[in-house]
């Protein structure tokens, strides 16, 4: 079992960044892909980025494509998401997981309890 833990959400003004961070306890994560989803009130939890397990490759979601960059800690089990040229839109609770190199969200095993992001128009 894997225990993760978010941290870095806040209130942000439209066009900055955020720093998000995952730290894993328990069993190690580097045999996991990680992934960030979110989720706004009223709406599904939605993908908005992977990292496979060596680090090597990632993918995101079209709307934060070329704005987030996800990464694997130099210290093992941490894991980053790094938010930049924030939008309203992007206001929600952010979720870090553990799980299989996929979007799909029923593709991941462990989860975190979330993060809130708020960003001011």
């Known amino acids: 079992q894997v225990q993760l833990v978010e941290s870095g959400g806040g209130l942000v003004q439209a066009g900055g960044s955020l720093r998000l961070s995952c730290a894993a306890s328990?069993?190690?994560?580097?045999?996991?892909?990680m992934g960030w989803f979110r989720q706004a009130p009223g709406k599904e939890r939605e993908f908005v980025a992977a990292v496979s397990w060596s680090g090597v490759s990632t993918n995101y979601a079209d709307s934060v494509k070329g704005r987030f960059t996800i990464s694997r800690g130099d210290v093992k089990n941490t894991v980053f998401l790094q938010m930049n040229s924030l939008k309203p839109d992007d206001t929600a609770v952010y979720y870090c997981?553990?799980?299989?190199?996929?979007?799909?969200?029923?593709?991941?095993?462990?989860w975190g309890q979330g993060t809130q992001v708020t960003v001011s128009s």
């Open positions: 997981a553990a799980g299989s190199w996929s979007g799909d969200p029923r593709l991941y095993e462990n």
């Open positions: 328990g069993r190690t994560i580097s045999t996991y892909a």
